[in-house]
C-alpha cells in the first residue's frame, strides 16, 4: 500500500499543470520529456556532424572548407527537425507558441537583433563561402587562419596563436581579405636597394640566382627582377616570385632576403645606408661700421 501511495504521488507531481497553452496543458511530465528529447536531438546533431567531418566526408575528395560547411548544415537541420518533433512529442500546439512569439517579436526583434544578423550572416557564409575552414585571412586589422565557423561567431587563430572571436557580420558587411580563396599560391614582393656604383648585370644576376636556388619558389609562373626607382641614395630593386602556400610567405621572405646578404657579398654588391648630401656655403664678411666699431673696443 504504501509502494502504491508513492508511485500516486510521484504520478500526480509528473502530471501537475503547471500552465496552458491554448488549451494545451503543460505538465511536469511533459517539460521533462521534452528536455530529455531535446538533449537527445542536441547530442544526435553534435555527433552527426563529428561523423560527417572526421569520417563519411573524408571519402570523398573535397576541400576542407566544403566538408566543414556540410557537416554543420546537417547538424543545423537534425536539431531543427528534432527540436519541431520535440514540441510536438509533448503534444504542444505549435501554433499556440507562434502566438506568443508573434507578440514578442517586437522586443526579440530589438533586443537580438545583432544576435539574429550574426546567424543570417554565419548561414551566408557558409553557403556562398567567401571563407572556409583553413583559410588564411585578415579582417579588421587581424591575420590569422579560420579555424571554426559557427552560428554567431567565428574563430580565427593569429600568427601568435593567439584565438580571437569574430562575429559573423565582419565577414559579411566589411571588407576582408582572404589570402587562401580559390588559390592559395601568392606573389611575393621582396625589396632591396643597391649602391649607384654596383653592377647592374652583376645584381641582376644575384637576385636570378636567389629566386633559382629557392625550393620554395614557383617556376610556373616565373619570377621577375625589375628597377623600380632610382632613390636617394640607391638603386631600388624588387624581386617578384610566386609561392604555392601563402601562409608561408613571412618564412620565404625572410629566407630571401637572408639569400639576398650572402649571394651580395659574394659579388661583392653593397646595400648602401641611406645617406643625404649637406652642401655648405663659406660665410660672407659683413661690412663694420666705425663707430660700431669704437663701441665695441669701447665695451
Do not use: C
Amino acid at each position: 500500500m504504501e509502494l502504491q501511495e508513492i508511485i500516486t504521488t510521484i504520478r500526480d507531481f509528473l502530471e501537475f499543470k503547471l500552465f496552458t497553452l491554448q488549451d494545451d496543458p503543460v505538465t511536469i511530465l511533459s517539460l521533462l520529456i521534452f528536455f530529455f528529447s531535446l538533449t537527445i536531438v542536441l547530442f544526435l546533431g553534435s555527433f552527426t556532424r563529428r561523423f560527417l567531418q572526421s569520417r563519411f566526408l573524408d571519402q570523398f575528395e573535397i576541400d576542407l572548407g566544403l566538408k566543414y560547411a556540410l557537416s554543420r548544415v546537417a547538424q543545423y537541420i537534425i536539431v531543427t527537425i528534432g527540436v519541431l518533433i520535440s514540441f510536438q512529442f509533448v503534444a504542444i500546439d505549435l501554433t499556440s507558441l507562434a502566438v506568443i512569439f508573434g507578440l514578442l517579436s517586437v522586443g526579440i526583434g530589438f533586443g537580438l537583433q545583432n544576435i539574429t544578423a550574426n546567424f543570417i550572416s554565419g548561414l551566408i557564409i557558409m553557403f556562398e563561402r567567401p571563407i572556409t575552414v583553413g583559410d588564411r585571412v585578415e579582417v579588421a586589422g587581424i591575420e590569422g587562419d579560420v579555424m571554426e565557423i559557427s552560428i554567431r561567431s567565428t574563430k580565427i587563430l593569429t600568427m601568435n596563436n593567439t584565438s580571437i572571436i569574430v562575429p559573423n557580420t565582419q565577414f559579411v558587411e566589411n571588407n576582408v581579405i582572404n589570402f587562401s580563396h580559390g588559390d592559395p599560391t601568392f606573389r611575393l614582393h621582396v625589396h632591396v636597394g643597391v649602391s649607384y656604383s654596383s653592377n647592374l648585370d652583376d645584381v641582376l644576376k644575384a637576385l636570378n640566382e636567389v629566386a633559382d636556388e629557392h625550393p620554395e619558389v614557383m617556376d610556373i609562373p616565373k619570377h621577375q627582377v625589375h628597377l623600380t626607382q632610382f632613390g636617394d641614395s640607391s638603386w631600388d630593386m624588387e624581386l617578384r616570385v610566386w609561392i604555392p602556400q601563402v601562409k608561408d610567405r613571412l618564412i620565404i621572405r625572410n629566407e630571401l632576403n637572408q639569400a639576398i646578404v650572402h649571394k651580395f657579398k659574394k659579388y661583392q654588391i653593397e646595400i648602401p645606408f641611406p645617406q643625404h648630401d649637406l652642401h655648405v656655403r663659406s660665410s660672407i664678411e659683413l661690412p663694420v661700421r666705425s663707430g660700431e666699431g669704437n663701441n665695441d673696443q669701447q665695451t
